[in-house]
């Protein structure tokens, strides 16, 4: 195991009936004047916004809102965002929704006490300064309500980028499993595969003895193998729908990633993909992590006969090891495919012919990327070419 600090300062407030404290939690983490930041019309049509409205009411703070967060959330909106916070003399961001909608809060954070373009952020320029920001979650996918990542789409050029500090992790975070009970079954799948996903980018490592992160991910893993299938077909498991949430938390908090190199390759690849087709984060993850997979997986064979054995079950052959990898695989591809994800460019709504432009667009030159293996362009379009076609 690798040296490592590990900061994880978030409150989590979970369970039924959390949203109305909100006003409570604005309060006590100093928020005199929030932005009510969200997406589309079902927070308001829900009457989530309203409760929420009137806890920072009933808790005498100020509040100003600004809706309109798309899915892969935009650079534009972002700038208004920041100009309102300034006009208003906002002090607080407060996220009403899921991934992007905190995404889009955490760019509006940096942005407003930054003098100059807050995409520098994006483009590799450290956050130096961020407004608070803290979580009203209604979607269990990025694990933003407890991370210090955020991922913007520049419309100019679609360039999908992310930056990251503990600046950003959420003050506090309000997480009420009821409020994902109205989610279509796509949309929970995607959310599910996306979780997958964050851990098995800190799964797949050069690093060794590191069993306890090992077991830690596997225990994630194995959580959505059996609740995901649950909740899609009851949408009102709150059983199912709370240890989704929290697994979504766990996994993407980095405790399950400490101590370890980790790859992202595949975030990475995906990135372009819904920058360029805009399609949604885990359908594009469905895709791209299998393929990424099957390419890799020679790398180091016995770490993805541990995935096949301890997460699917499958039996060691010991005579051919990579047999079971391959099998490792094929299940978690299978899985995918049966909670309603897409398993390549097809079903996905791609196309073959990009894969130049997408390849061209992760930027990677004549270098190459990644933890668990370096890949350079070469690479990228092999993957790329497996996602196209894959199958069961």
């Given amino acids: 195991m690798e040296n490592f600090n590990f900061y994880s300062p978030t409150e989590f407030v979970f369970g039924k009936d959390r949203a109305v404290e909100a006003g409570h939690f604005v309060k006590k983490y100093g928020g005199s004047k929030v932005l009510i930041h969200y997406g589309g019309g079902s927070a308001v049509k829900s009457g989530l916004i309203g409760k929420v409205k009137k806890s920072l009411d009933e808790a005498g703070v100020k509040y100003c809102e600004l809706g309109g ?22 002090d607080f961001i407060l996220a009403v929704g899921g991934g992007s909608v905190i995404d889009s809060a955490k760019a509006i954070a940096i942005g407003v006490p930054y003098d100059g373009d807050f995409w520098d952020m994006y483009s590799g320029k450290p956050v130096g300064k961020a407004l608070p920001v803290a979580t009203v979650l209604t979607i269990a996918a990025a694990g933003s309500e407890g991370s210090g990542d955020s ?3 520049k419309e100019d050029g679609m ?6 500090s503990d600046l950003l992790r959420p003050k506090f975070s309000i997480m009420e499993p009821t409020l994902t009970q ?4 796509y949309q929970t799948a995607c959310g599910a595969t996306d979780i997958m996903a964050h851990v098995f980018e800190r799964y797949f490592t050069n690093t060794t003895e590191v069993e306890i992160t090992d077991r830690l991910c596997e225990a994630v893993l194995l959580t959505m193998i059996k609740e995901t299938p649950r909740v899609i077909a009851d949408p009102d498991n709150y059983e199912a729908r709370a ?6 938390t766990v996994a993407h908090t980095n405790i399950c990633g400490v101590g370890r190199q980790q790859d992202w390759n595949s975030h990475g690849l995906e990135h372009e993909l819904s920058g360029l087709y805009d399609v949604a984060h885990g359908a594009g993850l469905a895709v791209i992590m299998p ?6 997986h020679k790398h180091n064979v016995m770490r993805f006969c541990q995935m096949a054995t301890r997460v699917f079950g499958c039996q060691m052959n010991f005579e051919d090891p990579e047999a079971t990898a391959l099998e490792g695989i094929h299940r978690f591809r299978a ?6 994800m897409p398993i390549n460019f097809t079903e996905l709504g ?10 061209e667009k992760f930027g990677i030159g004549d270098g190459r990327t990644g933890g668990f293996m370096q890949l350079d362009a070469h690479d990228i379009t092999e993957i790329y070419k497996i996602a196209a076609h894959a199958s069961l």
Avoid: H
């Fill in 69 to 90: 967060v798309q899915p892969n959330p935009r650079d534009t909106l972002v700038y208004k965002g920041i100009d309102l916070c300034r006009a208003e003399g906002v």
């Fill in 151 to 153: 991922v913007i789409t």
């Fill in 159 to 164: 360039l999908k980028r992310g930056t990251g």
């Fill in 335 to 340: 899985f995918l495919k049966s909670i309603g």
């Fill in 350 to 359: 791609a196309r073959e012919e990009d894969i130049p432009a997408l390849v």
């Fill in 291 to 296: 393929a990424w997979m099957e390419y890799v």
């Fill in 243 to 248: 240890n989704i949430m929290w697994a979504g």
């Fill in 182 to 185: 109205t989610l279509p079954a």
